[in-house]
């Protein structure tokens, strides 16, 4: 007996559940360890890195170095704390400081910039610190 022909419903329904198996699949893969991080990278630089000048980073405030996946903070003229901007959850980089927090996009968390504890989850674990220094006026993290 020859197969039957595929009605036009059966064909419509079979596009609509392929289509929505790939975009999950996408969704899923935004929650990987490497998220918005560029690849494998590691969370912290792992050789030394200069990150611009130290007067950037306003006493009392922080800012965020995305490309290096660094966060750094100046409780005190002169002094100067960093962290990983690379969430503890899902490790997706941080995209904005606001208010004193480190926002993570991808799925809400915040992070005390001053800290690196994290505010409000599905993160846990505090962002790791990455040790800072200044050199000739420069910060160099890692």
Do not use: W
């Not at 009605?7 to 490497?34: N, W, Y």
């Not at 002094?79 to 990983?84: H, N, R, V, W």
């Amino acid at each position: 007996m020859p197969a039957l022909p595929a009605d036009r419903r059966t064909v419509l329904k079979g596009a609509a559940a392929l289509a929505g198996a790939a975009a999950g699949a996408g969704a899923l893969s935004a929650c990987s360890t490497a998220g918005n991080s560029g690849g494998s990278t590691p969370p912290t630089p792992t050789a030394p890195v200069e990150l611009g000048a130290a007067a950037e980073v306003p006493v009392g405030g922080a800012k965020l170095y995305r490309e290096r996946k660094v966060l750094v903070s100046c409780p005190a003229e002169g002094q100067y704390k960093a962290f990983s901007a690379q969430c503890t959850h899902a490790g997706c980089v941080l995209d904005k400081i606001q208010e004193g927090e480190g926002n993570c996009p991808c799925h809400g968390s915040r992070f005390d910039v001053t800290t690196g504890k994290p505010l409000r989850g599905p993160a846990t674990d505090p962002l790791p610190a990455v040790p800072v220094r200044v050199e000739g006026g420069k910060l160099i993290a890692g």
